[in-house]
């Protein structure tokens, strides 16, 4: 039986940070991330405007893992079977077959996921929490590891259906990429003169490397005072006066394992009350509700996150 290769998790990570790098410029904290979320197996939505690189990071990020990669383009019309799959009849065999939808595989761009109907939109609910789908009651096991890139245009409203809460909660992360800056664009012009760089990306692990990083991440040492800094930050969302609905007990493990990986991602193998801090806006910003005079005066959910950052008492590292 052949022995499993030792893991390197430092030596994984920073390669598939790099090669991502080579196509994605100047965006080193949302590949960090997306990586965070990607060894978590969780889910990540991507709030910005067209053009930013969101889909090229998807690709980029499925190539670094040898991973399978499709894209759903969502729209109004767009069905359930067509995202899980459908049954048709096979007139040469005279029998039912299985048609796989584009949810089989490794990482699903969900593009434009606010334009499909709800009904659409909750076809995605099985698959991002359990990892599975069931069609005609018949259930599919989806490729491990497996995660779910959603995007939404924050600007253009027209024509979109708001995701409701439900789903909200099953992404790990919200991120925006933003634009770059002047040097970093004429760095992407340089860079795509002759050809995309994605065309000549290779892959530098496997989808079973990614698995071992998973299983390393529960191993990353999580202190008592620092556990209960993640549930004061998450309590004091469903305490504050502007929030209508706080944040889950689901919210409160996506930031205790988020914090884990990224530790992990910065080669450490114990969590600091910074790592919670830092990934707490991308984590439990779009979990909340705010209430609607606040909305009014323009507040937001990372607003309110922040104002909570800053208010909670940050436990002090022993010497």
Do not use: W
Request: glycine share 6%.
């Amino acid at each position: 039986m052949a022995q499993t290769p030792p893991l390197d998790v430092a030596a994984d990570i920073d390669a598939v940070i790099a090669n991502v790098e080579r196509v994605i410029v100047g965006k080193r904290e949302v590949v960090e991330l997306m990586l965070v979320a990607l060894v978590c197996e969780g889910h990540v939505l991507i709030e910005d405007v067209p053009g930013t690189g969101k889909t090229t990071l998807a690709r980029a990020l499925a190539r670094s893992i040898s991973g399978s990669f499709k894209r759903i383009q969502f729209t109004p019309d767009l069905l359930p079977s067509d995202v899980t799959g459908v049954y048709y009849f096979n007139q040469r065999t005279s029998d039912f077959e299985f048609r796989q939808g584009p949810i089989q595989a490794h990482i699903v761009l969900a593009d434009e996921i606010n334009r499909a109907t709800p009904r659409t939109q909750s076809a995605l609910l099985q698959a991002m929490e359990e990892r599975e789908i069931t069609v005609e009651g018949q259930t599919f096991a989806l490729p491990r590891p497996f995660m779910v890139l959603a995007t939404q245009n924050p600007v253009e409203l027209e024509g979109t259906f708001p995701l409701p809460e439900a789903q909200l909660d099953r992404f790990m992360l919200r991120l925006r990429m933003g634009y770059p800056s002047q040097a970093e664009e004429e760095q992407i012009i340089l860079a795509q003169e002759s050809g995309h760089p994605i065309d000549a990306l290779e892959s530098v692990l496997s989808p079973e490397a990614v698995l071992r990083l998973r299983d390393a991440v529960p191993s990353v040492h999580v202190t008592e005072e620092v556990r209960h800094y993640v549930t004061r930050l998450v309590r004091s969302t469903r305490e504050h006066d502007q929030v209508e609905l706080g944040v889950s007990p689901r919210g409160s493990l996506a930031l205790h394992r988020g914090a884990q990986a990224y530790a992990m991602v910065q080669s450490r193998q114990f969590v600091t009350p910074d790592d919670v801090k830092y990934l707490a806006p991308a984590v439990l910003a779009h979990r909340l509700i705010v209430s609607g005079d606040a909305r009014l005066r323009g507040r937001t959910g990372e607003d309110v996150v922040e104002q909570i950052t800053s208010s909670v008492p940050v436990p002090v590292e022993a010497m």
